[in-house]
């Protein structure tokens, strides 16, 4: 199968260079991502928390923004040095600036990942493609030949039509391989990230801002009682002991006759 796939490589199958374009561009990402994943974001969680915590007990701010600095200028660190210089800044934002550079960050990790799929169909798609182009080319060149030299070609040619089919399922495996060990990086490294945002809210968030939450977010029900209820002040009804009104007159009770009386 490998001799035919080179002997076709040299007499200059499109289809074949189509898909090593596609298996190196996807091989590409799929180291690209395993160096990102595994030796740029990628540090030891753990004991970075751990550092950073005893540097906040100790109140050691600016050598806790030197710790953040030295670890990494991305990932966790980055994250960590933004929210310690809002803290000095206003404690208020330090919850703001963490969601905001984690959003910001979190994609990165699934950055091209997606497209290893897409690459894997579409090689696995360009080798069926192919091999189909091939086989209506020989069948067409079949058809003017004579009966004793059908069987030869016709052999010859069907095999050598199976050989972009076979290259594009041997790389889109291989790029469907690397898509699930890159995806699997990712997804550890995000859980990863989100424990260590939870930490650094609850280590950095004062804890009188921690269930915070002004008027104008509670919602519109919420915010019309506050506005509305202190103006409001019901008038006591005469069975809770109010002073009757002089302006009341008994004689106007007895001057309503009753329903026989009309009749």
Same mark, same amino acid.
């Given at each position: 199968?490998?001799?035919?796939i080179?002997?076709?490589?040299?007499?200059?199958?499109?289809?074949?260079?189509t898909?090593?374009?596609f298996?190196?561009?996807?091989?590409?990402?799929?180291?690209?991502?395993i160096?990102?994943?595994?030796?740029?974001?990628?540090?030891?969680?753990?004991?970075?928390?751990?550092?950073?915590k005893?540097?906040?007990?100790?109140?050691?701010?600016?050598?806790?923004?030197?710790?953040?600095?030295?670890?990494?200028?991305?990932?966790?660190?980055?994250?960590?040095?933004?929210?310690?210089?809002?803290?000095?800044?206003?404690?208020?934002?330090?919850?703001?600036?963490?969601?905001?550079?984690?959003?910001?960050?979190?994609?990165?990790?699934?950055?091209?990942?997606?497209?290893?799929?897409?690459?894997?169909?579409?090689?696995?798609?360009?080798?069926?493609?192919?091999?189909?182009?091939?086989?209506?080319?020989?069948?067409?060149?079949?058809? =003017?030949?004579?009966?004793?030299?059908?069987?030869?070609?016709?052999?010859?040619?069907?095999?050598?039509?199976?050989?972009?089919?076979?290259?594009?399922?041997?790389?889109?495996? =291989?790029i469907?391989?690397?898509?699930y060990? =890159?995806?699997?990086?990712?997804?550890?490294?995000?859980?990863?990230?989100?424990?260590?945002?939870?930490?650094?809210?609850?280590?950095?968030?004062?804890p009188?801002?921690?269930?915070?939450m002004?008027?104008?977010?509670?919602?519109?029900?919420?915010?019309?009682?506050?506005?509305?209820?202190?103006?409001? =002040?019901?008038?006591?009804?005469?069975?809770?002991?109010?002073?009757?009104?002089?302006?009341?007159?008994?004689?106007?009770?007895?001057?309503?006759?009753?329903?026989?009386e009309?009749?």
């Amino acid at each position: 199968m490998f001799g035919e796939i080179a002997a076709s490589f040299q007499r200059g199958n499109i289809y074949l260079s189509t898909i090593l374009f596609f298996g190196f561009l996807g091989t590409a990402i799929v180291f690209e991502r395993i160096i990102m994943l595994q030796f740029v974001y990628h540090l030891d969680f753990g004991r970075f928390l751990s550092n950073l915590k005893k540097l906040l007990q100790a109140e050691d701010t600016s050598r806790a923004l030197s710790f953040c600095k030295s670890v990494g200028n991305t990932s966790l660190p980055a994250i960590a040095r933004r929210a310690l210089e809002a803290a000095e800044r206003d404690p208020t934002t330090i919850r703001g600036v963490i969601e905001e550079e984690t959003i910001d960050f979190l994609p990165r990790i699934e950055s091209r990942i997606g497209g290893l799929m897409a690459l894997s169909t579409l090689i696995l798609l360009t080798g069926v493609l192919g091999a189909i182009d091939s086989l209506w080319n020989t069948f067409h060149a079949v058809s =003017v030949l004579d009966t004793a030299q059908k069987q030869a070609s016709l052999g010859i040619e069907i095999a050598r039509a199976l050989n972009p089919a076979a290259f594009g399922i041997l790389l889109s495996m =291989v790029i469907l391989v690397g898509y699930y060990i =890159v995806r699997g990086m990712g997804i550890r490294l995000t859980e990863k990230m989100h424990h260590g945002v939870t930490v650094l809210n609850n280590l950095l968030v004062p804890p009188e801002l921690a269930s915070f939450m002004p008027v104008a977010m509670a919602g519109p029900a919420a915010a019309m009682n506050s506005v509305v209820a202190p103006s409001y =002040v019901p008038s006591p009804t005469p069975n809770e002991g109010a002073a009757p009104d002089a302006n009341f007159a008994d004689t106007a009770v007895e001057d309503i006759r009753d329903e026989e009386e009309i009749i």
